[in-house]
């Protein structure tokens, strides 16, 4: 009993499960889905640009207004914005013990860039977690993607209606019209794809069929994981 106290008490000091984790994948293979599930089961934040920059446009601060010039377009923000606001994000005392990051990196030189902020501080990426998801799910997925406004829980108007939350309380994000997606989804190709194989040389990718359950999703993540 008494071994069984000092590693639960070994476990609160360490914050948890130590990873630094990275969720890649085309828009709407169900990284910000995964990533909620994950932040319960391993008590670590995730880190979504995306989410950062709607909070800056939410806040009309200079860097929202920049960003969401190249959002409403489906256009990847440039990177310096980018890197700046991720900056800014890793010194929250909350990204200590871990993080999953969620929409970043997305071109290869924001890869670069990370792992050279993440070796100043002594830290790495642990592993990349691949959501792999055919073209064709990706425009029905992302035009059919409602987010509740309370709780910020992601749901699909046919696949996984709300049964707690209101219709009422859901919301579309602007970018998740179909023009918009066509858009994203070549900027994912060519500037995001790559970084999937930068990744590859160091050998830290793990690929998962994102058109499984979520649940079943979540599982084989946590599996491969340990
Ligand atoms: P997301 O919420 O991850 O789908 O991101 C929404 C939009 O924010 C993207 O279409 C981009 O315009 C922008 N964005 C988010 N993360 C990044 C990033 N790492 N680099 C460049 N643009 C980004």
């Not at 920059?53 to 860097?63: D, M, V, Y």
């Not at 990426?125 to 029905?140: C, F, G, N, P, Y």
């Not at 108007?157 to 019209?177: A, G, W």
Request: with cysteine.
């Amino acid at each position: 009993l008494e071994i069984v106290w000092q590693i639960k008490i070994k476990y609160k000091e360490l914050g948890g499960v130590k990873m630094n984790l990275m969720l890649l994948g085309a828009p709407g293979a169900g990284k910000g889905t995964q990533a909620k599930e994950l932040i319960d089961k391993y008590g670590i934040p995730q880190i979504s640009t995306g989410d950062l920059f709607r909070e800056a446009i939410g806040n009309k601060t200079e860097l929202g207004m920049k960003a969401k010039e190249f959002m409403d377009n489906g256009q990847l923000v440039p990177d310096s914005l980018t890197m700046s606001i991720v900056e800014e994000r890793f010194k929250q005392p909350d990204c200590q013990n871990g993080f999953i990051l969620d929409g970043f990196p997305r071109t290869v030189f924001q890869a670069e860039e990370l792992d050279k902020m993440l070796s100043k501080m002594g830290k790495k990426i642990d592993k990349v977690v691949a959501l792999e998801v055919r073209d064709s799910e990706i425009v029905e997925r992302i035009t059919g993607r409602r987010i509740s406004k309370s709780t910020g829980k992601i749901y699909h108007i046919k696949h996984n209606p709300p049964i707690d939350e209101k219709l009422e309380d859901l919301y579309q994000r602007e970018d998740d019209t179909e023009e918009i997606v066509v858009k994203r989804l070549t900027a994912y190709k060519n500037q995001t794809a790559p970084v999937l194989d930068y990744y590859k040389t160091q050998g830290k990718v793990i690929s998962v069929d994102g058109e499984q359950e979520v649940s079943k999703i979540t599982a084989d993540i946590m599996k491969i994981l340990g």
